[in-house]
């Protein structure tokens, strides 16, 4: 069990367009989603932590006009980059965590690419 | 603040050799510990946890004790494997269904 999925795998954009990737989680409501980003050979940034029906609280230095983040049930959770820009060009992952657990469940990932 | 610091990268070894990636950790409250591992080109999985101290999580032949003395959670493998080649990352969790604190992850390579 404990099974997240994440969508798109790998997406490639032409810059100043809008991308939405999708988190969800299959067989359990999650309590807590975050959003993260992973540079190449660095660790894990988070950006985002998200809970249902409330508004995303953001780390310090991530635009929230820039990445939107939508929980609109239990088992999903939307982050949408915004007039993508090359610099942007990053792996996203995200993580759920269900109650009272503190292990998070990751996603695969979603590459994006912006030309 | 929260902190974990990981031995720093990368590591290589060779097949059936022994393997230690030391982490440290600095917390307010008691954490739970943790190992993800992380394939290439794949999200991150949980490895090992463990919740209190002088716990030891184990899976897939790795281990970790939790050593509240020395605060750390050191990951070991007695003979790895070509198939242990990736990233790993220490975490620890202060609150329940909270958000975790990262190391930067331990890059590791196994040669046969």
């Known amino acids: 069990g404990a099974v997240v999925s994440q969508h798109p795998s790998r997406v490639i954009c032409k810059s100043g367009t809008s991308v939405k990737i999708e988190c969800r989680s299959l067989?359990?409501?999650?309590?807590?989603m975050f959003w993260y980003r992973q540079f190449p050979k660095k660790s894990l940034m988070l950006m985002a932590t998200?809970?249902?029906?409330?508004?995303?609280?953001?780390e310090q230095g991530v635009e929230k006009d820039k990445f939107l983040i939508n929980h609109a049930s239990l088992t999903l959770s939307t982050l949408t980059v915004t007039s993508a820009h090359p610099e942007d060009s990053s792996f996203y992952i995200c993580s759920a965590t269900r109650s009272p657990e503190s292990i998070q469940y990751f996603g695969a990932g979603t590459r994006l690419s912006v030309l | 603040g929260d902190s974990v610091t990981q031995m720093e990268g990368p590591v290589t070894l060779s097949e059936e050799a022994f393997l230690t990636i030391n982490c440290t950790y600095t917390a307010t409250g008691y954490p739970s510990l943790f190992w993800y591992v992380q394939y290439p080109g794949e999200g991150l999985q949980l490895l090992l946890k463990?919740?209190?101290?002088?716990d030891k999580g184990s899976n897939k032949g790795f281990e970790a004790t939790y050593r509240k003395e020395t605060t750390s959670f050191h990951l070991e493998k007695g003979s790895v494997q070509v198939s242990d080649s990736a990233v790993y990352f220490c975490a620890l969790s202060v609150t329940n269904a909270g958000k975790s604190t990262f190391g930067d992850g331990t890059t590791l390579t196994v040669k046969p």
């Open positions: 998200s809970n249902e029906g409330s508004k995303a609280t953001y």
């Open positions: 463990a919740t209190k101290a002088d």
């Open positions: 067989d359990f409501q999650a309590t807590t």
